[in-house]
């Protein structure tokens, strides 16, 4: 039990009266700085959804919201599996602070769990809009070279997703795990005509990654190589020997 716990000033209903406090941008800095340390001694699932609120905005200057940053991310730490729910919640509902969320969820849980939070938002983003496709960059990347079968098929829908940003990093993230399914998705997305020459290079080298055929596309996929790749006799993109 906490200090405000004894004087009666800690409940959930507190802790989410704080949050103007905490995502309060100008004026003094010590009323925010204060509400962080009110929110650090209250152990409620409100007062982690209170503190993740500071990760969603920036203040000047830069090495302050660096510190007080570092310090609400120790301050959640704290909290231990109390705070995985709220983490969870955040990660599915906020469009902003993606890798702060899933960098204490890594501090929380083992790496197939994190890998499991990842696959459940993705599937939740691919059949909701988003205006901001950073926290589906940042939810891609993060499951990019990881060996789980769960990961294929969440990414794969994004390969239609409005963001060439997006398409890219499901790309990468797509190009090593030799998912079959992907085959024909990578292939109609590098010869559609609205493909952009980015996205279309970013499809190339996931197919010289995953060792796909071009079989029903060769003619398209011919006309679209750039250098390095070229079709091999097999109709495989493959990198020019040096």
């Given at each position: 039990m906490g200090i405000f716990d004894l004087f009666g000033g800690s409940s959930p209903e507190k802790a989410l009266k704080l949050k103007p406090?905490?995502?309060q941008k100008y004026g003094d800095p010590a009323s925010r700085q204060k509400a962080i340390q009110q929110l650090g001694e209250m152990k409620y699932p409100e007062a982690v959804?209170?503190?993740?609120?500071?990760?969603?905005?920036?203040?000047?200057?830069?090495?302050?919201?660096?510190?007080?940053?570092?310090?609400?991310f120790g301050l959640i730490?704290?909290?231990?599996?109390?705070?995985?729910?709220?983490?969870?919640?955040?990660l599915r509902k906020s469009d902003q602070a993606?890798?702060?969320?899933?960098?204490?969820?890594?501090?929380?849980l083992s790496e197939p769990e994190v890998i499991g939070v990842c696959v459940d938002t993705l599937t939740h983003l691919s059949t909701h809009?988003?205006?901001?496709?950073?926290k589906k960059v940042v939810l891609l990347h993060h499951v990019t070279d990881?060996?789980?079968?769960?990961?294929?098929?969440?990414?794969?829908?994004?390969l239609e997703d409005m963001s060439d940003d997006v398409k890219i990093a499901a790309l990468k993230a797509l190009a090593p795990m030799n998912h079959e399914p992907a085959r024909e998705p990578i292939l109609r997305?590098?010869?559609?005509?609205?493909t952009a020459r980015r996205v279309q290079t970013a499809a190339l080298a996931a197919l010289?990654?995953?060792?796909?055929?071009?079989?029903g596309y060769r003619e398209k996929v011919e006309a679209l190589l750039v250098d390095p790749y070229v079709l091999d006799k097999q109709g495989v993109v493959v990198k020019r020997q040096a």
């Open positions: 406090k905490v995502t959804t209170v503190l993740l609120a500071r990760f969603t905005i920036t203040v000047d200057p830069l090495t302050t919201d660096a510190d007080e940053k570092e310090h609400v730490k704290g909290f231990g599996k109390d705070a995985i729910a709220p983490l969870q919640d955040f993606a890798s702060w969320a899933l960098r204490l969820l890594g501090e929380l809009y988003t205006r901001d496709p950073e990881k060996q789980d079968p769960r990961i294929a098929p969440a990414v794969l829908p994004f997305l590098l010869t559609a005509d609205d010289q990654s995953s060792g796909f055929g071009v079989q």
